[in-house]
């Protein structure tokens, strides 16, 4: 309001200036001019630098050699003529300038610019009429700048009023929605804790078991959609036994079948005011048939290209659930391989991330030692992997990488080891690869062993392992002892393969 205000004082302002400068361009000097003029008159007679305000110039030498004569014949005509009375000749004298001196400063009394006005030669009102009208322009120019400046500061103080405006609506905003993320970060966290999906360990959230094993039921149920229908129902579990024991809780649902006193118990011996997954034990019906699971996937660096291992930590997880709900009792054993093998739990097997070389002989080894003193009526190993046997332990328990020949036979005396495993069904799932002589060494291993091989890609991993555990007929498969179609290759493919071999031989 006030920016429109000033602007429009400014415009009346310039409009006045103009009607005086049209005024001026039209004054009668014969009288006086309107009042409105008077102030710029006056200054305009009293600039210095006016020709009316200038001291007469100086008689030129032919006008004093003139004056000299004029003088001597004057005085002439005064020796011979009779002399006679009359009044002295009135002298013009010397032209003053219009402007008085004073002691405030040079300036021009009002019963006297009439008379400086008429005392004006023209080309002197020419001069005056057009020192007024510069003057005039010179105010209206400097109103305009003065009203443009005035604009730019408002607009841009406008501009700085509407950033900071934005700036405080977005912080507040950000304050806002960084407030009601933390409220719902804390709501979910309380929520995961009482759930016993996470746990406070060291000042920082943990993944529980909980988690990972719904997150491995919604694996399965993914997977569970592409299966044939009949494979879908033997998953589902078989008929009931009648037989039930005491055991810890492994799965929500068994919550039905609490045992709350053993449960009370066990809370109040572990120090805890409330029951939790760690201290509850339930009634598990028996089942008639012992079943032990060997799960062993390989996490050689390879098997981080082309999201290999995050398929296979994936597949992984729900036949770990498929196995759970169709033998809650079953003993399942996750062992992860590069250089050396580990057993791991579900939240570690989430969380591995890949290693160095392939050590096939010592993932055989362990997996051996596992199913050889296990008594159950079932026993099974998948071994996952997507390369040739690259490294071996010695016998001083080093490892050694970069021998292909002597880490292919290791895997292989180690192979022979696990078929004397009975019973045991043994499943080799190698995920594809350009390379023909993976899939030789593959079908090597598994002929020794006795099992099945299934060459399929990452995104069929899960399909393939549940097929074979519900044991159907899986969706790739090539018999072990098949021939595979002859190849020819060519000599650029032959010296990319001595290249490679060089590389695994030199550790690369």
């Known amino acids: 309001?006030?920016?429109?205000?000033?602007?429009?004082?400014?415009?009346?302002?310039?409009?006045?200036?103009?009607?005086?400068?049209?005024?001026?361009?039209?004054?009668?000097?014969?009288?006086?001019?309107?009042?409105?003029?008077?102030?710029?008159?006056?200054?305009?007679?009293?600039?210095?630098?006016?020709?009316?305000?200038?001291p007469p110039p100086p008689p030129s030498i032919l006008a004093r050699i003139r004056a000299a004569f004029a003088r001597f014949f004057a005085w002439l005509r005064g020796l011979f003529r009779r002399k006679k009375s009359r009044a002295p000749a009135r002298s013009e004298g010397r032209r003053m300038?219009?402007?008085?001196?004073?002691?405030?400063?040079?300036?021009?009394?009002?019963?006297?610019?009439?008379?400086?006005?008429?005392?004006?030669s023209g080309p002197q009102r020419e001069e005056l009429e057009q020192s007024v009208a510069g003057s005039l322009r010179a105010r209206e120019r400097e109103l305009e700048r003065e009203a443009e400046e005035k604009r730019r500061a408002a607009e841009a103080q406008r501009?700085?009023?509407?950033?900071?405006?934005?700036?405080?609506?977005?912080?507040?905003?950000?304050?806002?929605?960084s407030r009601l993320r933390?409220?719902?970060?804390?709501?979910?966290?309380?929520?995961?804790?009482?759930?016993?999906?996470?746990?406070?360990?060291?000042?920082?959230?943990?993944?529980?078991?909980?988690?990972?094993?719904?997150f491995a039921r919604l694996l399965l149920e993914e997977e569970s959609r592409r299966l044939p229908g009949d494979i879908r129902m033997s998953l589902k579990g078989g008929g009931s036994t009648g037989v039930y024991e005491k055991a810890r809780l492994q799965r929500p649902e068994e919550v039905a079948h609490l045992d709350l006193p053993s449960s009370l118990l066990a809370a109040r011996l572990a120090g805890l005011r409330h029951i939790d997954?760690?201290?509850?034990?339930?009634?598990?019906?028996?089942?008639?048939?012992?079943?032990?699971?060997?799960?062993?996937?390989?996490?050689s660096g390879s098997m981080a290209e082309l999201g290999k291992l995050d398929a296979a930590k994936k597949a992984l997880l729900a036949l770990y659930v498929a196995i759970r709900r169709r033998y809650p009792d079953a003993t399942i054993d996750v062992l992860a391989f590069d250089n050396e093998v580990r057993v791991m739990d579900l939240i570690e097997l989430w969380e591995c991330s890949a290693g160095a070389f392939t050590n096939t002989a010592e993932a055989l080894r362990a997996a051996h030692l596992l199913l050889r003193s296990s008594r159950a009526t079932?026993?099974?190993?998948?071994?996952?992997?997507?390369?040739?046997?690259?490294?071996?332990?010695?016998?001083?328990?080093?490892?050694?990488s970069g021998q292909l020949d002597l880490a292919m036979e290791r895997a292989l005396e180690r192979a022979r080891e696990v078929a004397t495993v009975v019973p045991l069904e043994f499943t080799m799932i190698l995920l594809k690869s350009d390379h023909p002589e993976y899939e030789a060494a593959a079908r090597a291993i598994t002929r020794t062993v006795g099992g099945n091989l299934v060459v399929t890609d990452p995104g069929r991993l899960g399909v393939e392992l549940l097929v074979r555990w519900a044991r159907g007929i899986e969706t790739e498969r090539?018999?072990?002892?098949?021939?595979?179609?002859a190849r020819v290759p060519t000599p650029a493919a032959r010296g990319a393969a001595r290249r490679r071999r060089a590389d695994r031989r030199m550790g690369g």
Do not use: C
């Open 182 to 214: 933390e409220a719902e970060e804390h709501r979910l966290e309380r929520e995961l804790k009482e759930r016993g999906f996470v746990a406070e360990r060291g000042g920082e959230l943990a993944v529980t078991y909980g988690l990972v094993e719904r």
């Open 97 to 120: 300038p219009i402007a008085l001196a004073t002691a405030g400063g040079r300036t021009i009394g009002p019963s006297e610019l009439g008379e400086a006005l008429a005392r004006l």
């Open 1 to 54: 309001m006030s920016t429109r205000r000033s602007d429009a004082e400014v415009a009346a302002r310039i409009a006045a200036l103009e009607e005086r400068l049209r005024a001026a361009r039209a004054i009668d000097w014969s009288r006086l001019p309107s009042s409105d003029l008077l102030g710029d008159l006056q200054s305009a007679l009293l600039l210095p630098t006016a020709s009316w305000n200038q």
């Open 378 to 400: 079932r026993r099974e190993l998948y071994l996952i992997t997507d390369g040739l046997p690259e490294a071996y332990t010695d016998v001083d328990g080093r490892v050694r």
């Open 478 to 485: 090539r018999a072990v002892g098949a021939p595979t179609p």
């Open 277 to 299: 997954e760690t201290t509850s034990f339930v009634y598990r019906e028996v089942t008639a048939e012992r079943v032990h699971v060997v799960l062993a996937f390989d996490r």
């Open 159 to 177: 501009r700085r009023l509407e950033e900071t405006r934005a700036e405080a609506e977005r912080r507040a905003r950000n304050e806002t929605e």
